[in-house]
C-alpha cells in the first residue's frame, strides 16, 4: 500500500518535472530507487520524532507519547482537538507544541496534570495560551485540588494552575469521542496524584506514581507516602486488562521511562511492595535508618532502579520509604 | 565489446547472481521438537531451590533468588505470565518456523517462529530494520533482528520484558539483550544462546539447545490460560522471604553433598578453575564436620 502510494507520487512528479528529458524506464528506476531509500528512511524518522530532542511515539487508539521534555508526555487527538497530559518543563514548551502540531492541528482544549511537580507541569502557562477552549479561552488545566493548593503554594503564576479541580476519588468526561477518567490516590507520590484513563484508546497514564527508570519518587514533603504508590499501582493493575498471556491490551504510560503493559506494572509493584515489607520487618527489630540503609534492603533493585547520584538516590528512597513507616508506627 | 555492452553485462551478473546468494541460504522451515537430554533436571522437573550453580549472577540476583517464593505465582496477575525468549526454548515445547518473503522479489523479509508452549509468536525481521527506541513497549519474546553469518542466523532481540533464567527465582530485566545462533545440521538445529543483563549478570550467560525435525507435528499447539483466584489475600501482598529467612535454598548443597559457597553462583564458578577452590571448600567442609 505504502510502497504503490510512493510509487504513485513519484511517477506523477517524473512526468511534471522531467518527462522531456527522462525515459519511461529510467522514471520507474528512479521511482523504485527512492521507493527503497524512503522504506528505509521512513520507520527512521518515525522513531525519531519530528523534532531532534521531543520523539513521539503512537501508542495506541487515539494517544500519543512525547518523549523528551522532563516527564512523559501524552497526548490525545480527535476531530474536537487535542487534550495533554502533563506538557512537560518549561524550557521544552516550544518544543512539545511544534511535536503536537506534528500530530494534529486542531486546538489544545485541555491539559491534565498527574501531579504538581515542574517536570510535569512546568510548560502548563504557554501551552494553555497555545490553545483555547471552545469558548475562547486558554485551554482548561485539570488536576485534583491538591494539585492547586501545592503549585499556589509555590507561588505559580496563576496562569498556570490548574483551575479546573475535582476532589473526590474521581472526575470524567467525554472528549475526542471516548471517556476519560482521572483517578485520586492519596498520599501517593505526592498529595494530588492523578491516574488519567482513556477507555476506548484503553490506555492509562500513570503519572509517577509508576516510572520504569528509578525507584518510586516518594515526596513526603508534599505529601506522598509509600503506601498511597501502593495502592496506586494496585489501581492501575486492577483496570489494565491484558490483551493475551499477561501481554498488550491496556498500555500504561510511565511518568518518566518506558511505555509499559499491567505484566511490567506488576513487576514494580511486586518490587515496592517487598522493599517496603524489608524495611518494615527492620524498623520492627529497632533498625536504625543507618543500619536500615546499610543492611541494603533494596539490593536486588539496585542496578535497576537504584542510584548513587542524582535527584533520585538508592538512599534517598530508603530514607523516605524509613521514614513514612516510622512515623505510621 | 562496447563499454556499455560490459557494463550490461555487469548488471545481468548482478541480477542473476544474487537471488542465487539469497537462496543458497540454509532454511530452518519446518516443525522442530527438543531434545531435553541436555541440562535435563534443570529443563524437565526444574532447578532445585538454591542452585545457581555455574551462573554469572550479581549479589542482587542472588538475594532475588532467595527471597523467590513461588508462591507468587497464585496472584492473578501473575499465572498467566508466559517464558521469555531468553527461557522459553529449554522447556518442552514445539516451535514451528517458516519464512516470510516479499512476494515481488523473494527476498526473506522476516522468518517467524510459533511456539506452542504458552501460545507464542516471534518476528525475526531480516529486513535491515532498526530496533525501536528504547521508550517503546517491552514483550514476552522482545524485538528480534537477524542475519546470516554463512550458515549460522544470528538473532539480536531486545525489549524483552524482565522474567527468569531459572525457574528457582533468578530473574532476567527489562534491559536484557539476547544473541541467538541458529545451526542446522539435516535434521538437527543446534541453539545457542547469549543473554547479557546489567542488572543480574556480570558476565554474558550462556546455554545450549538441540531440535530434531518433527515430520508428524502432533500434540498440543495451544495454552490457553485464564486466572482465578487461588488465594484470599490482600492487594499489597507478596509472598516472598524476607532476607535470611529462606532455610530452603541451602537444602540443594546438603543433599548433593556441595559446599553451600558452590551453589551460590557468580562468575568464577562458571570456569575449571573454580575446580581447584571447590577441592579446597570441600577439603574445609569435611574438616569442619
Known amino acids: ?329 | 565489446m562496447s563499454r556499455w555492452g560490459v557494463i550490461r553485462l555487469l548488471v545481468l551478473l548482478v541480477v542473476l547472481l544474487v537471488p542465487l546468494r539469497v537462496s543458497a541460504q540454509v532454511n530452518l522451515s519446518g516443525d522442530w521438537s527438543p531434545r531435553q537430554h541436555e541440562d535435563q533436571p534443570d529443563r524437565g522437573p526444574g532447578p532445585e531451590l538454591g542452585d545457581y550453580t555455574g551462573m554469572p549472577i550479581t549479589d542482587g540476583a542472588r538475594l532475588y533468588g532467595d527471597s523467590w517464593d513461588a508462591s507468587r505465582l497464585t496472584i492473578p496477575e501473575h499465572q498467566c505470565k508466559v517464558h521469555g525468549s531468553p527461557y522459553i526454548y529449554r522447556g518442552p515445547l514445539q516451535v514451528r518456523i517458516w519464512e516470510e518473503k516479499n512476494l515481488r522479489t523473494q527476498e526473506v523479509v522476516a522468518i517467524k517462529h510459533y511456539i506452542s508452549t504458552y501460545e507464542q509468536s516471534r518476528t525475526i525481521w531480516m529486513d535491515g530494520r532498526p530496533h525501536p527506541p528504547e521508550f517503546a513497549p517491552h514483550t514476552w519474546q522482545g524485538f528480534s533482528t537477524g542475519r546470516w553469518s554463512g550458515d549460522i542466523l544470528t538473532v539480536t532481540t531486545t525489549h524483552i520484558k524482565s522474567e527468569w533464567f531459572r525457574r528457582n527465582g533468578i530473574p532476567y530485566s527489562d534491559r536484557t539483550t539476547l544473541i541467538e545462533h541458529y545451526i542446522r545440521h539435516g535434521d538437527v538445529m543446534s541453539h545457542v544462546t547469549i543473554a547479557t543483563d546489567p542488572v543480574n549478570l556480570t558476565e554474558p550467560y550462556i546455554k545450549s539447545q538441540e531440535f530434531v525435525i518433527n515430520p508428524r507435528p502432533q500434540g498440543n499447539w495451544l495454552w490457553p490460560c485464564e486466572y482465578v483466584e487461588e488465594v484470599d489475600r490482600s492487594k499489597d501482598e507478596v509472598p516472598h522471604y524476607l532476607p535470611g529467612q529462606n532455610s530452603f535454598v541451602f537444602e540443594f548443597a546438603a543433599r548433593h553433598g556441595i559446599p553451600v559457597e558452590a551453589t551460590r553462583g557468580g562468575a568464577e564458578t562458571m570456569y575449571p578453575e573454580y575446580m581447584k577452590r571447590l577441592r579446597t571448600l570441600a577439603t574445609r567442609d569435611g574438616a569442619a564436620k
Open chain 1, 1 to 329: 500500500m505504502s510502497l504503490s502510494l510512493k510509487l504513485q507520487d513519484c511517477r506523477i512528479a517524473g512526468l511534471q518535472k522531467g518527462r522531456e528529458r527522462l525515459p519511461e524506464g529510467s522514471i520507474r528506476t528512479f521511482c523504485l530507487a527512492l521507493s527503497a531509500i524512503l522504506q528505509f528512511c521512513i520507520p527512521a524518522i518515525s522513531a525519531q520524532g519530528p523534532i531532534p530532542d521531543i520523539r513521539t511515539l503512537h501508542v495506541q487508539g487515539n494517544v500519543h507519547i512525547l518523549v523528551g521534555a522532563g516527564g512523559n508526555v501524552a497526548v490525545q487527538i480527535g476531530d474536537e482537538g487535542v487534550l495533554v497530559v502533563d506538557p512537560g518543563l518549561a524550557s521544552t514548551s516550544d518544543k512539545v507544541l511544534a511535536a503536537i502540531r506534528q500530530l494534529s492541528d486542531k486546538p489544545i482544549r485541555w491539559i491534565v496534570n498527574t501531579h504538581m511537580h515542574p517536570d510535569h507541569t512546568g510548560a502548563n502557562e504557554a501551552v494553555s495560551k497555545a490553545g483555547s477552549t471552545v469558548s475562547g479561552q486558554p485551554a482548561a488545566i485539570v488536576a485534583h485540588e491538591g494539585v492547586l493548593t501545592r503549585m499556589t503554594e509555590a507561588n505559580i503564576p496563576s496562569a498556570g494552575r490548574p483551575l479546573n479541580t475535582y476532589y473526590g476519588e474521581t472526575k470524567d468526561f467525554f472528549f475526542n469521542g471516548e471517556s476519560i477518567v482521572l483517578y485520586h490516590d492519596p498520599a501517593a507520590h505526592t498529595d494530588g496524584d492523578s491516574i488519567v484513563f482513556f477507555r476506548r484508546s484503553d490506555v492509562l497514564v500513570a503519572g509517577d506514581i509508576y516510572v520504569t527508570t528509578t525507584y518510586p519518587v516518594i515526596d513526603l514533603k508534599n505529601g506522598g507516602g509509600v503506601q498511597g504508590v501502593i495502592n496506586g499501582l494496585n489501581r492501575i493493575l486492577a483496570l489494565a486488562v491484558p490483551e493475551h498471556q499477561q501481554e498488550g491490551g491496556t498500555y500504561v504510560i510511565a511518568g518518566h521511562g518506558r511505555v509499559s503493559d499491567e505484566a511490567d506494572v506488576l513487576e514494580y509493584r511486586d518490587m515496592v511492595v517487598i522493599v517496603r515489607d524489608r524495611i518494615r520487618d527492620m524498623i520492627k527489630k529497632g533498625m536504625t535508618l543507618e543500619q536500615v540503609k546499610a543492611a541494603k534492603p533494596s539490593l536486588d533493585y539496585d542496578r535497576q532502579y537504584g542510584a548513587e547520584s542524582g535527584l533520585w538516590t538508592t538512599a534517598m528512597f530508603i530514607e523516605a520509604v524509613f521514614r513514612d513507616l516510622s512515623a505510621k508506627k
